[in-house]
T-cell receptor
Framework: KAGVTQTPRYLIKTRGQQVTLSCSPI?????VSWYQQTPGQGLQFLFE???????NKGNFPGRFSGRQFSNSRSEMNVSTLELGDSALYLC?????????????FGPGTRLLVL | DQQVKQNSPSLSVQEGRISILNCDYT??????FLWYKKYPAEGPTFLIS?????DKNEDGRFTVFLNKSAKHLSLHIVPSQPGDSAVYFC???????????FGAGTRLTVKP
């Protein structure tokens, strides 16, 4: 069974630009969560989608948004990029919202903002 | 605010010895705790969990201990193996299914 895939794997943008990251969950998984990983901060929860609806949201500004499609694929968008947005963005999929023990992470998209 | 803290950014142990990774939390509402392991260029993978109704959970070489009064949990790996070298994250949530708060991670190096 294919794992969680994230595209692109690496991305370089400049301040003020916007970026869209994509996540394809494991087949059959309907929950997709997004996390930001920065040195010293660990993984910070961005949001979770289930059945195309945002179920949970972390403490991030409105520049961070996401959506989920009917095939459970999810995209995350960051507008007006800032230097501090440079991070590894991880998505994770699970069968349902409560299946955190069987939540599988993708390899991440490393974003560098110059 | 860092509600989950892993105060040791790195830990080095000898193969065969015990590795103890620590995690502290501040939110008394947290009731469910997980440990994840992360290798370079890969996403984190679930390792072991514990809920507040227990103070210990064991899975092979991995044991997690929870001290709710101290708001502290620890992961013990016995015996440690070189393949255990990775970054370990602890995570907490108020209940299963809630969004999780992660610590900053501890990089474990097991030397042969």
């Amino acid at each position: 069974k294919a794992g969680v895939t994230q595209t692109p794997r690496y991305l370089i943008k400049t301040r003020g630009q916007q970026v869209t990251l994509s996540c394809s969950p494991i087949s059959g998984h309907r929950s997709v969560s997004w996390y930001q990983q920065t040195p010293g901060q660990g993984l910070q929860f961005l949001f979770e989608y289930f059945s195309e609806t945002q179920r949970n949201k972390g403490n991030f500004p409105g520049r961070f948004s996401g959506r989920q499609f009917s095939n459970s694929r999810s995209e995350m968008n960051v507008s007006t990029l800032e230097l501090g947005d440079s991070a590894l963005y991880l998505c994770a999929s699970s069968l349902g919202i409560r299946d955190k023990e069987t939540q599988y992470f993708g390899p991440g998209t490393r974003l560098l903002v110059l | 605010d860092q509600q989950v803290k892993q105060n040791s950014p790195s830990l080095s142990v000898q193969e065969g010895r015990i590795s103890i990774l620590n995690c502290d939390y501040t939110n008394s509402m947290f009731d469910y705790f997980l440990w994840y392991k992360k290798y370079p260029a890969e996403g984190p993978t679930f390792l072991i969990s514990i809920s507040s109704i227990k103070d210990k959970n064991e899975d092979g070489r991995f044991t997690v201990f929870l001290n709710k009064s101290a708001k502290h949990l620890s992961l013990h790996i016995v015996p440690s193996q070189p393949g255990d070298s990775a970054v370990y994250f602890c995570a907490a949530s108020a209940q299963l299914g809630d969004d999780m708060r992660f610590g900053a991670g501890t990089r474990l190096t097991v030397k042969p």
